[in-house]
């Protein structure tokens, strides 16, 4: 992670990066929230 | 060994047997056959073709150029194919989502069509990119996360994934490893949705992929809508593809068919057709707002504009159009011209922003068509998945259930 | 598996915490990118170029690339329009007849080391980079050979080595990256006769070209190829004729690659985050009309069960009390007639 960017194109690069893991990230934690959700529903 | 798991793997093995013994016979049945000689002489011809590929470049079996970087292998076998295959994704969202129980005896073939296909897609990537083994690399080495072809990359490989992971149940049935397969039921909601997901992703990128070159690509094709346009149209090719696909089933494995699914057939084009033709008319619609809001009126008299008019009318329209006719008088014959229709119009859009509507400013020196041989390994390519297919379906509880499973 | 309430909100903490700590603050702005400060370009005014192929020659020597068919000094090759090639990055195309021009007039074609790339937006596998110098730089031992930055390519330069079955590369001019590092000039600046080339700071260049424009501006288009063109480039050009006469696109726009594919990037997480819960709430949906379609046809059926049986326990009472009066009516005849045979038995014994 560098302090300045200087093209958009390194910008994009950086915070793309970010938002793929934090895709997975929600991704991950969805399917955690939604067991949580409807642990105690009647079947 | 205790008795019961003596008895529970002596019938493991001999479903293995057993399965062994499908195969032979599903082989037999498909290789010698009328048509069997046919796909013998395809696939030779295909291996052939392929050690050319590999010896000799992609210029000596392809027509590519420094102007067009992409052919046919992109056009039709990536582009077309992953938007046909989008039957999995339709039949499974409309069963396991939205209810539609009466449809679920459609999900197998559709599952099936769909993960050939996509299997057919990396397939056809192998021919095509200049260093196959290399394709793993975006993910395990350099991340170029600003790219739309990223984005296509992760989700195709992850939609495999769930398309394979949906398919496993049948084949589980088959060689009778009932704990494996009841574990893979249970997720069936989940993967259904991850798979809506990760083909709303994909399919739209695919269409993203282009926005990058507006210099390239016609303006009456060339939208920022381009993401949705492909997304819609994958919709209706997917239920276009599966009544396409259950008429040739009721046609040429009758007899590998079960009652469910003979009876269910009228049902199943009826409201898919109906559905269909919903989603051609707000695509139509969306269209038209795509030229109104660029301006475009004054290039729909020009050559391609006229051609982007047989695309939208005669491709369009007209299967939407067919659709509702054939939902209101029960017709199951003008639902099948439709859905034939339907599944060439979108072939003939991702081909005209692919191939025909791109570069089209190039001199004509300049343009591209497709060499024999890449049309002959594309044949080569559909054809192992017919083939795979008609294995499968004969071997696998696809196109009937499984006498002991009946959950 | 059930989650407790605590445990997930434990996960939560956890997760949070560990963003809190890295503590890098950023000057960037993230609405403006002027490139890097000291970013090179190589300024080529066609005014000045004779149509040497010099600049050819030179860029096929630093770059070691296979000999021409015929010599660089062979000027019958200008008959032919080229494009860029596996084995020329770069070429000059000569155009005869233009209007108001005084002779041939050259154009020389090589890569423009955009300041946004749309090469290196377009790779999945960041094989190009654009470097401080201000050359785009490719990678060739990551490249994958997808071609996917030969369609994105709006000035159509990169090619590839079709014939090359197990290691094609892409080709395209470097502005001679290793030897800009070591302080020297392009191979093409380097041997240009004429300085129709002439490598500098880009935002020099461009002062440098305004300059050239206002003092002659009877032999120049008032205009700087590149200075805007998608989003700027780092090879600028100067032409006394219109660019478009050149072949030159004069219809690119100024947006940047990575401004073209922003949106339809930016969307794939929103689908990601609401996807689930749209799709979820369908579902759940679908099984509640389920539910109430079961339960209604429950009701129906324990309705018409129970209209059912009250209708047959009618119908039997009904027809039991008929039989009984029938019964009765029966017995009661019965019983007569019994009576009057005895009757008649007795008046018969009593006479």
Redesign the interface.
């Known amino acids: 992670?560098e302090?300045?960017?200087?093209?958009?194109?390194?910008?994009?690069?950086y915070t793309?990066?970010v938002?793929?893991i934090?895709?997975v990230?929600?991704?991950l934690a969805?399917?955690?929230?939604?067991?949580?959700l409807t642990?105690?529903d009647e079947n | 060994m205790p008795r019961e798991s003596a008895t529970a793997s002596k019938t493991v093995l001999s479903s293995f047997d057993q399965a062994l013994k499908d195969l032979v016979k599903a082989l037999r049945e498909t290789f010698i056959s009328p048509f069997g000689f046919v796909y013998i002489i395809i696939i030779l011809l295909g291996l052939i073709l392929t050690i050319l590929r590999f010896t000799k470049g992609l210029a000596g079996v392809t027509n590519l150029s420094d102007y067009n970087a992409w052919g046919i292998w992109i056009g039709f076998d990536l582009l077309t194919g992953v938007a046909l295959a989008a039957g999995g994704f339709v039949t499974s969202a409309a069963v396991y989502i939205f209810g539609y129980k009466k449809y679920h005896f459609a999900v197998r073939p559709a599952i099936l069509t769909g993960f050939l296909g996509y299997a057919l897609v990396i397939v056809a990537l192998n021919y095509d990119v200049g260093r196959p083994w290399r394709m793993p690399y975006p993910f395990i080495l350099q991340q170029g996360t600003t790219s739309v072809l990223f984005e296509v990359g992760a989700c195709v490989v992850l939609y495999f994934l769930v398309l394979f992971m949906e398919f496993c149940p049948a084949a589980l049935e088959w060689l009778g490893l009932k704990k494996l397969r009841k574990q893979l039921i249970k997720l069936t909601l989940v993967l259904t949705i991850f798979g809506v997901i990760l083909s709303t992703l994909h399919q739209s990128s695919l269409g993203s992929l282009f926005l990058i070159a507006p210099s390239k690509l016609h303006p009456l094709w060339y939208s920022s809508y381009l993401p949705i346009f492909f997304f819609v149209s994958s919709v209706f090719a997917g239920f276009s593809i599966v009544i396409f696909e259950s008429a040739l089933s009721h046609r040429f494995f009758g007899d590998k068919m079960d009652e469910a699914l003979q009876k269910g057939r009228e049902d199943l084009a009826l409201g898919f057709g109906k559905a269909a033709s919903l989603v051609l008319a707000g695509y139509f619609a969306v269209k038209i707002f795509g030229i109104s809001v660029d301006n475009h009126w004054h290039l729909l008299g020009t050559p391609y504009g006229i051609w982007f008019l047989v695309e939208l009318l005669g491709f369009v329209a007209l299967p939407c159009f067919l659709y509702a006719v054939g939902v209101r008088d029960r017709n199951l014959t003008i639902i099948k011209w439709a859905a034939i229709c339907t599944v060439i119009g979108v072939m003939l859009n991702r081909l005209n922003i692919s191939l025909i509507a791109f570069n089209w400013h190039l001199p004509s020196a300049d343009r591209y068509f497709p060499h024999w041989m890449e049309i002959a390994i594309s044949v080569f390519i559909v054809t192992l998945g017919i083939v795979a297919f008609r294995i499968i379906a004969s071997m696998m509880p696809i196109l009937h259930d499984h006498p002991d499973y009946n959950d | 598996m059930s989650i407790s309430r605590r445990k997930f909100l434990g996960w939560l903490g956890v997760a949070g915490i560990s963003t809190v700590l890295d503590k890098r603050v950023y000057a960037a702005s993230n609405k403006h990118f002027s490139g890097y400060p000291d970013s090179g370009g190589v300024l080529y005014d066609n005014v000045l170029c004779i149509g040497c192929r010099d600049c050819e020659n030179g860029c096929n020597q630093v770059n070691e690339l296979p000999q021409p068919d015929k010599p660089f000094d062979d000027l019958s090759i200008l008959d032919n329009k080229r494009r860029t090639s596996p084995k020329a990055y770069t070429v000059v195309n000569r155009y005869d007849g233009i209007k108001d021009a005084k002779g041939p007039v050259y154009r020389k074609i090589q890569c423009n080391h955009c300041l946004e790339p749309a090469c290196a937006s377009s790779c999945f596998v960041k094989a190009y980079t654009k470097t401080e110098t201000g050359a785009v730089t490719y990678d060739s031992s990551v490249c994958v050979g997808c071609r996917y930055c030969m369609i994105a390519c709006p000035f159509e330069i990169p090619t590839y080595e079709y014939d090359k079955a197990l290691t094609p590369r892409i080709m395209k001019c470097t502005m001679c990256y290793p030897r800009l590092l070591k302080g020297k000039l392009p191979g093409c600046v380097q041997l240009c006769p004429t300085e129709a080339l002439t490598f500098g700071k880009r935002t020099q260049l461009i002062k440098t070209a305004r300059e050239r424009i206002r003092k002659y501006p009877d032999r120049y288009i008032d205009h700087i190829y590149g200075e805007h063109e998608m989003g700027g480039t780092s090879w600028l050009y100067l032409s006394g004729v219109p660019f478009r006469d050149l072949g030159m696109r004069e219809d690119l726009g100024i947006t940047p690659a990575p401004e073209l594919t922003k949106g339809a990037l930016g969307s794939v997480p929103i689908i990601v985050g609401l996807w689930p819960a749209v799709l979820t709430g369908m579902y759940a949906l679908s099984k509640r009309k389920e539910k109430i379609a079961r339960e209604e046809k429950e009701e129906a059926v324990a309705t018409a069960l129970a209209k059912a049986s009250a209708e047959a326990e009618e119908k039997l009472s009904k027809v039991l009390t008929e039989a009984e009066v029938k019964n009765q009516t029966a017995i009661e005849g019965a019983v007569k007639k019994a009576l009057g045979k005895v009757a008649d038995n007795q008046t018969k014994e009593g006479t």
């Open positions: 992670m302090g300045i960017y200087y093209t958009l194109q390194d910008f994009f690069t793309k990066s938002t793929y934090l895709i990230v929600v991704l969805m399917v955690g929230f939604w067991r949580f642990d105690r």
